[in-house]
Nanobody, 117 residues
């Protein structure tokens, strides 16, 4: 079982920055971690990929955030991060942390990001 707790969301003006954090209840450096990353969902829209790291692979970013968002992790703190720069109103959404461990999928509760124009 993995518990994920996101934080760092809030209200920001267009062009601003936020850093989201996702604290995991267990090790994120374990070989049992298959996938880790971030998704988002805006009202009326489907959940979409923001950034994802598949074990043994490279980080993949959604097309709309490439060059503006950066995914990282701190294994010692069992924490994932999403640095979001040059935010746009269309980035407004609930952001979710996601981990697949031993091929079981886990989601955080989400954190709201609102970008005003």
């Amino acid at each position: 079982q993995v518990q994920l707790v996101e934080s760092g969301g809030g209200l920001v003006q267009a062009g601003g920055s936020l850093r989201l954090s996702c604290a995991a209840s267990g090790s994120i450096s374990s070989t049992s971690i298959n996938v880790m990353g971030w998704y988002r969902q805006a009202p009326g829209n489907q959940r979409e990929l923001v950034a994802r790291l598949i074990a043994g692979g490279a980080i993949t970013y959604g097309d709309s955030v490439k060059g503006r968002f950066t995914f990282s992790r701190d294994n010692a703190k069992n924490t994932l991060y999403l640095q979001m720069n040059n935010l746009k109103p269309e980035d407004t959404a609930v952001y979710y942390c996601h981990v697949v461990k031993n091929f079981h999928s886990y989601w955080g509760q989400g954190t709201q990001v609102t970008v005003s124009s």
